[in-house]
């Protein structure tokens, strides 16, 4: 496994949040984590990005500093982690329910290539 060099993913970081940032203030305003949400595809109201700000603003001067961005980095992928440990761990619960006549032991064969296919056997 390679190593993580923790200083160049923390200057990447950085990159981002300044470059959401608008103000130059090194905090990011609701409209400036409405906006960073938004790029990352999450689809989320105002009211609900201010609960989030409410919610990770430890110092509660209503805006994000970067070691509470981080904090709210940390704690999304603890979150997404942590669903896909349980959703892993419900599908293997599911699985061991399931009775052995079930499941299929045998999978049904590949059909074979097509005429005219570019795969031959």
């Known amino acids: 496994m390679a190593d993580i060099d923790l ?11 300044s470059r ?15 906006s960073f949400m938004k790029a990352c595809g999450i689809s ?8 989030v700000l409410d919610q990770m603003d430890v110092n509660d001067d209503g805006a994000l500093d970067f070691a509470e961005f981080m904090s709210f980095l ?18 293997q619960k ?3 329910a399931t009775p052995n006549s079930t499941r299929k ?8 290539p097509r005429k005219g296919s570019v795969l031959r056997s």
């Open 74 to 91: 940390g704690l999304t992928f603890k979150i997404r982690f942590s669903r896909q440990t349980r959703l892993k761990e419900e599908f």
């Open 20 to 34: 959401f940032d608008k103000d130059n203030s090194e905090t990011l305003e609701l409209d400036e984590l409405m």
């Open 7 to 17: 200083e160049e993913v923390m200057k990447s970081v950085h990159n981002i949040f």
């Open 44 to 51: 989320i109201s105002l009211e609900e990005c201010k609960s």
């Open 94 to 96: 599911k699985l061991r």
């Open 105 to 112: 032991r045998n999978p049904s064969p590949a059909p074979p």
